[in-house]
């Protein structure tokens, strides 16, 4: 494994695992790009697996040199990788279908299921005794949408807006915000004719304790033209169903691989004015609700998007077929 994390990230439980897990770690932060090229080709790998792509603290410099002789990138990045020197993309068949070939510049290698790899060994969250500790009303259904501000587009949102409109006495429940984000938001819903006290805006707390308490949620909503991702798997893994729209990009496909992935297709909405219908329908029937809950807890030991060593063995055949 060759880091270049940031110091300032450099802690916790899942990057102490991820030391204890590898054979070799190489420390390349210090390095610059030539540098690390450098020592990446003296050791001679085979392949060179990137997981960051066009994001931020991302080392393309480092692919655009070829220190080894089949670079491909996987995870960080929902898309092409294109000008730096990648040869492949992971993907599968519902992020990047056939139409994706003509715009990518890697080739795209699909797994069989789901492209996204996920943590059974994960704590196991269940349904909260009270709502009441998290901010929320004990009656009345509860919309989850932890998506990052600048995901929520103007569309989306109105979207939202109009659920709440419809469904009365939910609320919408929000992952932390920076103030005035907070702020702007409260103030569109007042704008859209909601009051703005139906947004509950969630502290940071750390992952065991955010899985915990997304459990309490009764229906997560998706966010569009780019999706959640570990939004979405982590709204799944605590048992809560995700309404989503078909996206035209991997950003906006990622939701329906992964409801795919968990036996929930019909999860999908075909555009905006559908997943609104569709989530009224179903805040509207408990019945359908319990159903799909069960049918998530029970996803945890048998959906492919849970089947972390699965996912692993694809993975493995997946990279010796590059080299080959």
Known sequence: MFCHTEEKARHGAMRERALAAVEHYVDILPLDDDGAAAEIRRRGIDILVDLKGFTQGGRLGIFARRPAPVQVSYLGFPGSVAGVGIDYAIADAVVAPASSDAVYEEKIVRLPRCYQSNDNRRPRPERPAARAGLGLPEEGIVFAAFHQAPKIRADAFAAWMEILRRVEASVLWLGPQEEAAAQNLRRAAQASGIAPERLVIAPKMPMADHLARLAAADIALDCTPCN???????????????????????AGRVSESLLQSVGLPELVADDLDAFVRLTDALARDGNRLSVLRHHLLAARDRAPLFDTAGLTRDLEAALAAMLA
């Open 228 to 250: 959640g991702h570990t939004t979405t798997s982590d709204a799944l893994w605590a048992g809560v169903p995700v309404v989503t729209v078909r996206g035209t990009s991997f």
